[in-house]
Nanobody, 125 residues
Framework: QVQLVESGGGLVQPGGSLRLSCATS????????MGWYRQAPGEQRELVGE???????????SVTGRFTVSGIISRDNAKNLVYLQMNSLKPEDTAVYYC???????????????WGQGTQVTVSS
């Protein structure tokens, strides 16, 4: 059974930095991309940034230049990893951050999105 396990997050002052990590566990037949979404209270979940198995990255306009997604994504890896380095944090970055992966667990199972449990990031003085 595939799981996404997140770590990092917490409380940080405006202008500070945090790093989130996410690792897959379980058998994976194919993996296409991994990334991060966030959801603030009363808001919809939104894409923060993602990286494909070819190394292409995509970011939300609100975080471009401040956040960086990196990782190692390959079906040959026993564990796939994705990181979110967050710099120059602002109070409006406060949200629950979710790790996401589009993958196919086995040749007989269709690909779909998988989600981590979420980790709270709070930016406040």
């Amino acid at each position: 059974q595939v799981q996404l396990v997140e770590s990092g997050g917490g409380l940080v002052q405006p202008g500070g930095s945090l790093r989130l990590s996410c690792a897959t566990s379980g058998s994976i037949f194919s993996i296409y991309r991994m990334g991060w979404y966030r959801q603030a209270p009363g808001e919809q979940r939104e894409l923060v940034g993602e990286i494909t198995n070819g190394g292409t990255t995509t970011y939300a306009d609100s975080v471009t230049g401040r956040f960086t997604v990196s990782g190692i994504i390959s079906r040959d890896n026993a564990k796939n990893l994705v990181y979110l380095q967050m710099n120059s944090l602002k109070p409006e970055d406060t949200a629950v951050y979710y790790c996401n992966a589009l993958l196919r667990p086995s040749i007989t199972t269709p690909s779909r999105d998988y989600w981590g449990q979420g980790t709270q990031v709070t930016v406040s003085s």
